[in-house]
């Protein structure tokens, strides 16, 4: 059974920071593209962040460009997302989601196999 499991969200101030993870398990790891998508409330979900299996090419949202990183590491089934500098704006759930990537090496919501049930990030002063 494959379960992603996100932790790491959490209520602060403008400016701050945050580490997302989301840790997998019932899947063969490096074989899966990661990706972390966010819906904010009444706006639809959009992708943040997303990194290959094969290359860790990485990919970003221009509205986190220069203040989020993701990585992964491959030993401990974990994806994670660094966020700095973060605004009212990120406020958001954020959910990790994966791909098989030898089937669908994308990075897009419509192509992702498995989601995790998301975390809260709230933004605010």
């Known amino acids: 059974q494959v379960q992603l499991v996100e932790s790491g969200g959490g209520l602060v101030q403008p400016g701050g920071s945050l580490r997302l993870s989301c840790s997998a398990s019932?899947?063969?790891?490096?074989?899966?593209?990661l990706a972390w998508f966010r819906q904010a409330p009444g706006k639809a979900r959009e992708g943040v962040s997303c990194i290959r299996s094969s290359t860790d090419d990485t990919y970003y949202a221009d509205s986190v460009k220069g203040r989020f990183t993701i990585s992964r590491d491959n030993g401990k089934n974990t994806v994670f997302l660094q966020m700095d500098s973060l605004k009212p704006e990120d406020t958001a759930v954020y959910y990790c989601?994966?791909?098989?990537?030898?089937?669908?090496?994308?990075?897009?919501?419509?192509?992702?196999?498995?989601w995790g049930k998301g975390t809260l990030v709230t933004v605010s002063s």
């Open positions: 989601a994966t791909v098989y990537s030898l089937l669908k090496n994308s990075c897009t919501s419509n192509d992702m196999d498995y």
């Open positions: 019932g899947i063969t790891f490096p074989y899966y593209n």
